[in-house]
C-alpha cells in the first residue's frame, strides 16, 4: 500500500485557475481569502492530511470502531488525531468568527475538507457532521442556544450529529415518528434514530445531536417535524457539563466499508424522555435541514472526488511497481512495468481526467455557494444562488457515481491484488460505496433536479449554464489542437444536453413518470457536460500558463484531450435513454419483475 500525498498543487490549480476564486477575496467578510492564504492553508492541511489522518485509514478499516455497554471507542488513534485536529485549530476554519471561528470561505473549507476525506473517509466524517450540526443552528437557533453550543461545536471540544433516519423513514422524512413533549422551557424527546454517524465516540466532551421529532398536535407529513438540539450532557448556564442526558447508543452497524465511522442506532427516552431544546419554530424542522443541504450534499460529493483521487494514487503507484509481460509492439523480450501497457494507461487515464473534472465543478459549486452567501448585490446574488440550486444534486450524485467507477478501475488495475485487502484499493471501493446512498441517493439527487431545479424554472436555468460552458469551449478552440478537439467534443454534447433538458421540461408536468424514468441519465448527462466545461477551462489554463512548466501542464492538456475523446461522447448515450429510454423502462408491471 502506497503512502497518501495530498495533490495540493492540482487543488490549487483548480480552484485558482478553473474557477472565480479571484471575486471570492472581493466579498464582504472574505477579503483575507486571497490566492497566497490559500496556498499557505493547502500547504499545512496537506501535511495535516498526509502525516496524521492517512496512516490511521488502513488500520481503521481492519479495527472499525467497537460497541460495548452502550458505549462507543474510536479505532486507536482516532482520538488523539481528533485531538491534534482540534489543537490545531483545523475544526474551526470556515465557521463564523462571531462563535471564534476563522471565518475562511466555503471555497477554501470545502478543498480543504476533500483533503482530510481522501486522507481517510471514516475520520473525516466526524467533523463533516459537526459542520452540519453547526450551520443548522447558526441559521435558525435562538441567541441563546448559539451561546450555550457553538463555541464549543466551532472550536471542535463538542461534535455534532444529524438524527434525521428512523426504520421506517430513509428518503421519506414525512414518516419520522420520533416525540417530543413540552415540559416548561424544554422539551422530552423519545423514539429510534438509526444509521447515525458518530453518534457516540470517546473523541469528544460532549456530542450534540441533533433531532427530527414531531410535536404532540403536530400536523401529519412534512409539515409536522420540528428540529431539536438534544446535548449527550446537559449544559448548564455557566457552560459547564451537567447530567447524562436520556439518549444512548444501543447498537453500531455492521457495514460495506467506513468502518471506523460508528454507524449507530439512537435510543431517545428510554428512561422518560431525553432533555431537548426546540431549533427555530415548531414544525419547520425540515425546512430547516434543507439549508444546510446544499453545504452537506456538496461535502459528500467532495468525499467522491476524495475518495477517487485516493484510488488513483493507490492506482499509479501499483502500476508502477507491478512487473508482468513484454511491451507489445516493443523489441524487449523482459516484462515490463505494467504502467507500460496501453489497457492499464487507458483506465490511469480514465480515472484521472474524471478527477479532474469532477474536483474543478465542486470547487465552482462551493465558490458559487460563497457568493450566493454574501454578494452585495442582489441581482448577482440570486443568480448564484441559481447556479448553486443546480449545481448541488450534480456534484453530489455524479462525483460519488464517478467514484464507483472510478474505485472499481482502482481495483482492476491491482489485478488479483486489487481483491486483496492489504493493497488497501478494495478498501477504497468499499469505503465509495456508501456516497452515492447517504445524504439522498443518486435517485433523490436526481429527481430534485429534474423538478425543483430543471422544471421549476422552465429550463432557465439550466440554459445559463449550458450557455456559460459554450462559451468556455469557443475559448477552447482559441488553444491549439488540443483546444479545438475539447472545443467540437463539448459543443456536440452540449446540443444534446440543451435537447434533453427541453424534453425533461416538456414532460415533467404532463408525463412525471417518464420524466422520472429518465432522472439518473439526465443527471449523469449534465455531470459528464459540466466535466467537460472543467476541461475546457483547462486548456485554456493550461495552454496560458505551460512555459513555467510544461511537462505538468502538458499532462493538464491530455487529460482534458481525453476527457473529451472518451467520456464526452458517453453523452450521446445518455442523451438517447434520458429522451427515448423511459417507455421500456416502465414497460413491465410489478409481476412481472
Ligand atoms: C453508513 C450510513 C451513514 C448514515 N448517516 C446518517 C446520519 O448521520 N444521519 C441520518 O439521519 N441518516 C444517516 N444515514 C441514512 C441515509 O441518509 C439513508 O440510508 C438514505 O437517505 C436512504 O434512506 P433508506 O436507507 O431508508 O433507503 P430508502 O429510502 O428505503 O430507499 C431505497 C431505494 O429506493 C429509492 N427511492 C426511495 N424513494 C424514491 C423515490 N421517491 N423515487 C425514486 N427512488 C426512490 C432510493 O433511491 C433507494 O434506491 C446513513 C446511512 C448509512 C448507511
Known amino acids: 500500500m502506497t503512502a497518501f500525498a495530498t495533490p495540493v498543487r492540482d487543488m490549487l490549480f483548480a480552484l485558482k485557475s478553473l474557477t472565480d476564486f479571484d471575486q ?17 492553508v493547502f500547504e499545512e492541511a496537506g501535511k495535516f492530511a498526509n502525516g496524521v489522518l492517512a496512516p490511521l485509514n488502513q488500520p481503521g478499516d481492519v479495527q472499525g470502531a467497537q460497541w460495548s455497554d452502550y458505549q462507543v471507542k474510536a479505532a486507536d488513534g482516532f482520538a488523539e488525531a481528533y485531538r491534534q485536529f482540534v489543537e490545531a485549530g483545523w475544526n474551526s476554519l470556515g465557521g463564523d468568527t462571531a462563535f471564534g471561528g476563522q471565518g475562511l470561505p466555503a471555497a477554501i473549507s470545502v478543498a480543504v475538507n476533500e483533503m482530510w476525506c481522501a486522507a481517510n473517509l471514516s475520520y473525516s466524517l466526524l467533523p463533516l457532521l459537526t459542520q452540519g450540526a453547526i450551520e443548522s443552528l447558526h441559521h435558525h437557533a435562538s441567541d441563546a442556544l448559539k451561546a450555550t453550543y457553538l463555541h464549543k461545536m466551532v472550536e471542535g471540544v463538542w461534535t455534532g450529529t444529524m438524527n434525521l433516519t428512523e426504520p421506517q423513514a430513509g428518503s421519506d422524512l414525512s414518516q419520522v415518528r420520533s416525540k417530543a413533549v413540552p415540559e416548561g422551557e424544554h422539551y422530552r424527546i423519545s423514539g ?56 444512548r447508543c444501543v447498537s453500531i452497524e455492521h457495514k460495506l466499508g467506513i468502518h471506523a465511522s460508528p454507524t449507530c442506532v439512537m435510543q431517545f427516552g428510554e428512561q422518560g424522555g431525553a432533555i431537548g431544546y426546540l431549533v427555530g419554530e415548531p414544525n419547520r424542522g425540515l425546512e430547516y435541514m434543507f439549508t444546510m443541504m446544499n453545504h452537506a450534499r456538496l461535502g459528500v460529493g467532495v468525499e467522491g472526488v476524495a475518495i477517487a483521487e485516493r484510488a488513483y494514487q493507490q492506482a499509479v503507484w501499483y502500476a508502477r511497481d507491478r512487473v508482468q509481460s513484454r511491451e507489445l509492439g ?8 505494467i504502467i507500460r501497457h496501453p489497457d492499464i494507461r487507458r483506465m490511469l487515464m480514465s480515472m484521472r481526467s474524471q478527477i479532474e473534472a469532477m474536483r474543478a465543478l465542486s470547487y465552482v459549486a462551493a465558490v458559487a455557494l460563497d457568493m450566493a452567501a454574501v454578494h452585495p448585490d442582489a441581482a448577482a446574488q440570486k443568480q448564484q444562488q441559481a447556479l448553486v440550486d443546480f449545481l448541488i444534486p450534480i456534484v453530489k450524485a455524479w462525483s460519488t457515481e464517478q467514484a464507483q467507477e472510478i474505485t472499481y478501475l482502482g481495483v482492476q488495475i491491482h489485478g488479483g491484488m486489487g481483491f486483496i485487502e492489504e493493497t488497501g484499493a478494495a478498501q477504497f471501493m468499499r469505503d465509495a460505496r456508501i456516497t452515492t446512498i447517504y445524504e439522498g441517493t443518486t435517485g433523490i439527487q436526481a429527481l430534485d433536479l429534474i423538478g425543483r431545479k430543471l422544471a421549476r424554472d422552465g429550463g432557465a436555468t439550466a440554459r445559463a449554464v449550458l450557455a456559460m460552458a459554450a462559451a468556455d469551449a469557443e475559448k477552447a478552440r482559441t488553444c491549439g489542437e488540443t483546444g479545438a478537439r475539447v472545443a467540437d467534443a463539448l459543443q456536440a454534447a452540449l446540443k444534446l444536453a440543451q435537447q434533453s433538458s ?31 466545461m472543467m476541461m475546457a477551462r483547462q486548456v485554456v489554463a493550461a495552454t496560458l500558463q505551460r512555459d513555467s512548466d510544461p511537462a505538468w501542464f502538458d499532462a493538464k492538456l491530455a487529460t482534458a484531450r481525453f476527457y473529451a475523446e472518451h467520456s464526452l461522447p458517453l453523452v450521446s448515450g445518455l442523451h438517447v435513454q434520458v429522451t427515448g429510454g423511459a417507455d421500456s423502462v416502465l414497460l413491465m408491471d410489478d409481476a412481472q419483475f
Not at 516493443?330 to 512495468?337: D, F, I, Q, T
Not at 412525471?512 to 466535466?531: E, H
Request: net charge negative; proline share 7%.
Open 24 to 40: 471570492v477575496a472581493r466579498l464582504p467578510g472574505y477579503e483575507e481569502a486571497t490566492a497566497e492564504l490559500a496556498d499557505a
Open 192 to 247: 429510534q434514530k438509526i444509521f447515525i454517524t458518530w453518534g457516540e465516540h470517546d473523541c469528544a466532551e460532549n456530542i450534540i445531536h441533533l433531532v427530527l421529532a414531531r410535536l404532540p398536535d403536530a400536523p401529519a407529513g412534512v409539515k409536522g417535524i420540528s428540529l431539536f438540539v438534544v446535548p449527550k450532557y446537559l449544559v448548564g448556564a455557566d457552560g459547564a457539563l451537567g447530567a447524562r442526558n436520556d439518549v
Open 330 to 337: 516493443g523489441s524487449n523480450p523482459a516484462p515490463v512495468a
Open 502 to 532: 427541453d424534453w425533461m421540461v416538456a414532460q415533467f408536468s404532463g408525463q412525471p413518470r417518464a420524466a422520472a424514468a429518465g432522472a439518473v441519465p439526465y443527471l449523469k448527462l449534465m455531470g459528464t457536460v459540466l466535466g467537460g
